[in-house]
């Protein structure tokens, strides 16, 4: 089976850097995605890291090291409407399902 | 255009009683996902189909059964309700891609009390 270890919460404030590190231990790997869930609204899609190295999509960046088994998700020049839960995921096989992390709630303040 | 639909939004239930929530997608994807959401325990997948006529366990499937009624529609039933069930549902659907990527695309959920 596969497991996905993520911090429960992190605070921040507006303008600040933030980043939410998952490790995950899976018997195979087929990336490393990311989901951004508001407090009552459905998870969406942020990034995926299939090799190692940086993805950057706007203010968010996604990093992988398969040799550690380890992500982090970089949310730069934060903003209120960041505040969020955010889900590391992975697959283990070339046609398997996603398992997800518990999620780490992200708290901006002013 | 309207993604992945869910019916009902809410609902409740008595122990015992059954219901059936319903999802559909517009989005041609083979594959469509029932997931559970508790507090601090993330998506939990209960069911998913990976093409039309199949159907596969996930790892919460005990008490529900699934429905692959066509390409577009995937439904739940919970058979004989029971208050561990209280939880929102999820429905979600994805396409594969020729990177191994494969982005889910979620409803908007349907939240259930089973008093």
């Known amino acids: 089976g596969q497991s996905l270890e993520q911090p429960s919460e992190v605070t921040a404030v507006e303008g600040a850097i933030v980043q939410i590190n998952c490790t995950y231990q899976t018997s195979g790997f087929y990336g490393l995605s990311w989901y951004q869930q508001h407090d009552g609204g459905a998870p969406t899609f942020l990034s995926y890291n299939a090799l190692d190295g940086l993805e950057e999509t706007g203010r968010f960046s996604s990093f992988l090291s398969r040799s550690d088994s380890y992500g982090y998700l970089l949310l730069q020049e934060l903003q209120m409407k960041d505040s969020a839960s955010y889900f590391c995921?992975?697959?283990?096989?070339?046609?398997?399902?996603?398992?997800f992390g518990k999620g780490t709630m992200l708290l901006v303040s002013p | 255009n309207a993604g992945v639909t869910q019916t009902p939004k809410f609902q409740v239930l008595k122990t015992g009683q059954s219901m059936t929530l319903q999802c559909a997608q517009d989005?041609?994807?083979?594959?469509m996902y029932w997931y559970r959401q508790d507090p601090g325990m993330g998506l939990r997948l209960i069911y998913y189909s990976a093409s039309e006529g199949t159907t596969d366990k996930g790892e919460v499937p005990n008490g529900y059964n699934v429905s692959r009624l066509n390409k577009r529609e995937f439904s739940l039933r919970l058979e004989s309700a029971a208050p561990s069930q209280t939880s929102v549902y999820f429905c979600?659907?994805?396409?594969?891609?020729?990177?191994?990527?494969?982005?889910?695309?979620f409803g908007p959920g349907t939240r259930l009390l089973v008093l």
């Open positions: 989005m041609n994807h083979n594959s």
């Open positions: 995921a992975v697959r283990d096989g070339g046609y398997s399902t996603l398992t």
């Open positions: 979600a659907s994805s396409e594969s891609t020729g990177t191994g990527q494969e982005t889910q695309y």
